[in-house]
Nanobody, 124 residues
Framework: VQLVESGGGLVQAGGSLRLSCTTS????????IGWFRQVPGKEREGVSC????????RYADSVKGRFTITSDNARNTVFLQMNSLNPEDSAVYYC??????????????????WGKGTQVTVSA
């Protein structure tokens, strides 16, 4: 099983980025895929999750209205569109997968599989 994140980078405050999480080796259509982020010295936090079985989504309060998670089942890829970015969004962003949508929350400790992360830096 592999999850590979891409799309991170440096952007100015107010700008946008789209992250991609391309998966292989897992039953994508029957899995929940989530995005998590972590800043050095802080606990990892959940950003957004999508259940590929029914399209249900979940967002952290801090990103609601600014971030959108979508899934392309034909490409086994989940996207995170991030708009109106601010410096507090700077972090390493990880995607993770699990069959149980309920564990796709918080710090994601129960998630089965993880990518290696992509850095997002938002300058003031």
């Amino acid at each position: 099983v592999q999850l590979v994140e891409s799309g991170g980078g440096l952007v100015q405050a107010g700008g946008s980025l789209r992250l991609s999480c391309t998966t292989s080796g897992l039953p994508f259509d029957n899995y929940a895929i989530g995005w998590f982020r972590q800043v050095p010295g802080k606990e990892r936090e959940g950003v957004s999750c999508i259940d590929n079985r029914d399209g249900a989504t979940r967002y952290a309060d801090s990103v609601k209205g600014r971030f959108t998670i979508t899934s392309d089942n034909a490409r086994n890829t989940v996207f995170l569109q991030m708009n109106s970015l601010n410096p507090e969004d700077s972090a390493v962003y990880y995607c993770a997968g699990d069959w149980d949508f309920d564990v796709c929350s918080g710090a994601g400790r129960g998630m089965d599989y993880w990518g290696k992360g992509t850095q997002v830096t938002v300058s003031a």
